[in-house]
């Protein structure tokens, strides 16, 4: 996966304008008899410039380019610079510079003006990274904060992230493995808003090894991150050992298999969230220093309405991510009430009053 790094600069492309008109009227040796000889756009370009394309279509604004030099960002921008100006869409492109590795602003300013010579605008942001939740969601959070700055910077409506179909089959496995509900294993949608931004990923269905094959088909040499090869990352080793191997032992097609998967939960998980919205209002109420649910229309849900409803109550009103097995606790003072006390939460306390479950502050 890469979104912000940088990379070496392009071979320049063979000129269209090549092939001198000759004396027995053709020009040049790209025309025969009359037919036009140019070499065909190589399999991979195609599929990720009609990616793009896709897209792109109905976008209002620019877009940035999130870029990190890697071959998936790098095809990405590529494509981008051929198609959005067909589209008639601003395109810049965006390194975000983490400064976790020695030489990292040499290699952002190599991706910058790898980006140029593609034709893109381009600008190199330098970030901080905290340490809240380790090294890679720490360089994540800092990664998007400056592409969504750069985009309003830029007056752009869209953010283009280069994630591909492996990417998704590496974050469905990883939510496997640590138990984390359907939602994680919906993986990473194509298309989602946030604060008036929207974030694309138009490389979703696209394989690695296309990213790649674009990328030397256009003459282009991808920067390699060491980080991408680093066991000590849970990603890199479910990438290099556990996909593999599961390739191995099953036969191939697993990451289009898990990448399915993660299409037909997040379905599941957008019907969800649409029953959750037609249903809140009318059984949710203020509580003092809090809020409240009716016991009784919590009850009458399935279990997975209910559990849902729990953490999305809990999620929106104090900004708390519930476990399943805090989730499954305070579901039971609804369906196994015995008069159990209150349950501490992180950020906020669950308890049964009467005809109702009450969340306040802690």
Not at 130 to 143: I, L
Not at 292 to 317: C, D, F, K, Q, Y
Request: with cysteine; aromatic share 2%.
């Amino acid at each position: 996966m890469d979104e912000g790094g940088g990379a070496p600069a392009a071979r320049p492309r063979p000129s269209r304008a090549s092939g001198a008109q000759t004396g027995n009227g053709c020009r040049g040796d790209r025309y025969r008899g009359g037919v036009d000889h140019r070499p065909s756009l190589d399999p991979a370009v195609a599929e990720i410039r009609l990616a793009v394309r896709t897209a792109l279509t109905g976008l209002d604004g620019g877009v940035v380019v999130g870029l990190s030099g890697g071959a998936d960002s790098l095809s990405l921008a590529a494509a981008v610079a051929f198609e959005a100006p067909k589209a008639g869409i601003a395109a810049t492109a965006v390194v975000v510079d983490h400064g976790l590795q020695d030489g990292s602003d040499a290699v952002a300013g190599h991706a910058a003006d790898l980006a140029r010579g593609l034709g893109l605008d381009a600008r190199v942001v330098r970030v901080e990274v905290g340490a809240d939740g380790g090294p890679e969601a720490a360089a994540r959070v800092a990664r998007r904060a400056a592409l969504a700055t750069a985009a309003r910077e830029a007056g752009a409506a869209a953010i283009l992230l280069a994630h591909t179909l492996d990417d998704q089959a590496e974050s469905v496995l990883l939510g496997l493995a640590r138990g984390s509900g359907a939602t994680s294993l919906a993986g990473m949608a194509p298309a989602r808003s946030d604060d008036g931004l929207a974030w694309v990923r138009p490389l979703l269905t696209v394989r690695r090894t296309t990213t790649r094959a674009a990328c030397a088909a256009e003459g282009l040499e991808p920067w390699d991150d060491p980080h991408n090869v680093d066991r000590r990352f849970a990603r890199v080793r479910v990438r290099l050992d556990v996909l593999p191997l599961l390739e191995t032992q099953i036969g191939p097609g697993v990451a289009e298999a898990l990448a399915r998967t993660a299409d037909q939960l997040r379905e599941d998980a957008e019907a969800f969230a649409d029953m959750i919205d037609e249903t809140i209002e009318d059984i949710v109420e203020p509580a003092e220093a809090g809020i409240a649910i009716s016991v009784a229309a919590l009850a009458a849900n399935p279990a997975a309405l209910r559990h849902r409803i729990i953490r999305h109550v809990v999620g929106s009103e104090f900004g708390v991510a519930l476990t399943r097995a805090q989730t499954l606790e305070v579901a039971r003072l609804v369906t196994g009430w015995t008069g159990q006390g209150p349950i501490d939460l992180p950020g906020c306390r669950a308890r049964r009053v009467g005809a109702r479950l009450e969340f306040t502050a802690a």
